[in-house]
């Protein structure tokens, strides 16, 4: 596996930047151009088990199909969660308890003790985003080992669907990789949201709305690259000091799933889609040459 350092040094060039702007043009260009679509999605939302396990399986079987995978390769169980259900108030009362302790440091900083007060909005700051941290990374699905993916029940059908490619490619690259820490993380989302892009761009009916996650994707990286360019680091810096998996901010792992993506992106244009299975043999180097 190769570290979210080596990833962000490689791709913080002036040269990838302006690579990556022409990438986000061409893709903008090419999203207007689309018709849009007459309806809304249909608003149908995955409640059961069965009906996940369904779209799990098509999913799988694209992603088998794109990895040249032999079929049942891999078999993660599926497993379907409500987000509602840890939204109690419990989390509430704590997150405004946290808030108040906040407002109380912002207001000893400014008519008690500067110092004081800024440790208590500091702390004040980061027991907030703690919260509300592991708030998001509960309705969000996920999948930490090969043997197990979970989803968050009431997702539209092709919510689900992107999902479950994103997913089931994570539990295939850490069947064959492993590492799935946050030192990784640059390439596994990499990987993950590649995969997922590359399937359901190429599937037709809905690929106005991947090509739209894509732009979204390359945009996030764009602001840290250009961040970085200019000397200033601020998330990437962040990250690299030892900073706790679960306290990965939204930001921070939108980015490293955007900077993950435009490297495989880069990676394409040089080897083709067969990049993606080399990454799953262990050639990462070819991701750099
Ligand atoms: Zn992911």
Redesign the pocket.
Known sequence: MVENKQIIEYLATRDNYNKLENLIAKELEEYYSMPKPKKAESGKKIKTLEEATEILSEAKHSVDDFLSLKPGYCNPKLELKGSLKYNGNGLFSTMVSNALFLAAGIGAAIYWHPMIGGAMVGVGISKLAFILNLNLSITTP??NSSELITCIKGATREEMRMSLL??Y??AVSIDRLGGQSLKYRCL??GF??GTQLHISKHYGAKNRSSLFSSIRCLDNARHDIKCKLSGKEKFFLKMEKNIKEEMISDNEYMFL?GAGYFLFRLAEEKHGEDIYKEVLEGNTKLLFA
Do not use: G, I, P
Request: glycine share 0%; proline share 0%.
């Open positions: 996920v999948c994103h997913e490619a994570h596994s989302e993950a949201q799933t």
